[in-house]
């Protein structure tokens, strides 16, 4: 059994180790993406202080973001602060779902960074072929759009197939073995295969519980089957597949207009700040038809992704018509926000994206430290022979 389970994990490593690689190193990009773009987008994100100052109209600040696009495109959201020390961002997106090249996948998408004070653009950044925006989306589809998806949906489940079979093997026989799978074995007469053997063993054993957790995160954002699974088992069985959490709001965007007054947007971003007033960061998602909401949600700072609050309002009136709290929510809906925390290791703040960071560099090198493995055992693996009988042995008759 545990030679068929050796030659399934060699298999499985050998069909997704190119993929693990790249999504191992695109991860540790990502981990620490909302701390390194303010450093190298500092002009386009931060403004100069304005207490003293009134921000304009947000219809207005919107019509300057509309009017620096060459054409209409549909806006997703807008993003704002309360700290009067940030631009505003207007996300402007349209994609082909069904593409299978990145090239095609986005047919446009741009960010438009509007200083809120005076109604300057800032910048209008060209989003599909921004650096960060080229590492996620090679980390989520390999550039390959609906079949690069595909592709790190197959591996992410190959992956935990290893994880499990990975730590079958690792598992000691006895206690003498167990002292040896819990430390790397670096004396000096040992060879570099040895010390490689046991880099493959030790790292693999000391990060599967976060790897583990960090690639079904990431495929429950992939795989609707799998995020389903997983807020059943959470609820207890009581999850029967409907969404009312705070995660509703998700568009792909959108060209409806309305015919609304133009200070509802205002109206609806006073009565968020009013009903949370310690909210640091506010992103808004416009009506996507004539019948649905404008949502506002709410964030406490910049280390977390998910909501402390989802605000709706009559897209005509600025009627709050709910107001719900990531806190009173039932856990399996908190599940949806919370993903992508647990996969980047924002979770647990700072220290949470270091270890994630650590653990997708592990990742990453487990397939390069496994074919090393195989590839020794293959050189070293001994030859059969036939023998050959002696001369003497052969009766020629005629």
């Given at each position: 059994m545990r030679k068929l389970i050796g030659l399934l994990h060699l298999w499985l490593g050998m069909a997704s180790g190119l993929v693990i690689i790249i999504l191992g190193i695109t991860g540790c990009l990502y981990s620490f993406i909302d701390e390194i773009r303010p450093l190298i987008y500092h002009e386009r994100i931060f403004i100069e202080p304005a207490q003293q100052q009134k921000?304009?109209?947000?219809?207005?600040?919107?019509?300057?973001?509309?009017?620096?696009?060459e054409r209409k495109i549909p806006l997703l959201d807008v993003e704002l602060y309360a700290d009067h020390q940030h631009t505003m961002i207007f996300r402007y997106r349209e994609r082909n779902n069904e593409a299978n090249i990145y090239t095609n996948y986005f047919i446009s998408y741009f960010k438009v960074y509007v200083n809120p004070y005076t109604g300057k653009v800032v910048k209008v950044e060209n989003s599909k072929w921004e650096f960060f925006n080229l590492v996620v989306m090679m980390h989520c589809s390999l550039l390959l759009g609906n079949l690069g998806t595909q592709i790190i949906s197959y591996s992410t489940i190959i992956f935990l197939i290893m994880l499990i079979s990975g730590l079958i093997l690792w598992w000691p026989k006895n206690k003498a073995a167990a002292r040896k799978r819990f430390r790397f074995t670096w004396k000096k007469q040992n060879s570099w295969k040895r010390?490689?053997?046991?880099?493959?063993?030790?790292?693999?054993?000391?990060?599967?519980?976060?790897?583990?957790?960090i690639a079904l995160t990431g495929l429950a954002m992939l795989l609707p089957t799998v995020d389903k699974a997983i807020k059943y088992v959470v609820s207890g069985g009581k999850y029967k597949g409907e969404q009312t959490g705070a995660h509703d709001h998700h568009a792909v965007g959108n060209n409806y207009t309305g015919h609304?007054?133009?200070?509802?947007?205002d109206r609806a971003l006073e009565k968020t700040m009013a009903e949370d007033p310690d909210a640091y960061q506010f992103k808004i998602y416009p009506a996507k038809n004539s019948s649905s909401p404008l949502r506002i949600k709410t964030f406490k700072n910049?280390?977390?992704?998910?909501?402390e609050?989802?605000?709706?309002?009559?897209?005509?009136?600025?009627?709050?018509?709910?107001?719900?709290?990531?806190?009173?929510l039932p856990n399996e809906d908190k599940l949806y926000d919370l993903y992508y925390d647990i996969h980047v290791g924002s979770l647990l703040s700072f220290p949470g994206k270091i270890l994630a960071f650590l653990v997708s560099?592990?990742?990453?090198?487990l397939p390069i430290s496994g074919f090393l493995i195989w590839k020794a055992r293959r050189k070293n693996k001994p030859v059969k022979t036939t023998a050959i009988a002696d001369d003497k042995s052969f009766?020629?008759?005629?």
């Open positions: 921000m304009l109209p947000l219809q207005d600040i919107r019509n300057a973001a509309d009017g620096s696009l010390k490689n053997y046991d880099l493959h063993q030790v790292l693999g054993f000391y990060i599967f519980i976060i790897a583990f957790f609304n007054p133009t200070d509802v947007l910049t280390s977390s992704h998910h909501a609050r989802l605000f709706s309002f009559n897209q005509e009136t600025a009627a709050l018509i709910s107001n719900k709290a990531f806190a009173t560099l592990i990742t990453a090198s009766i020629l008759t005629s």
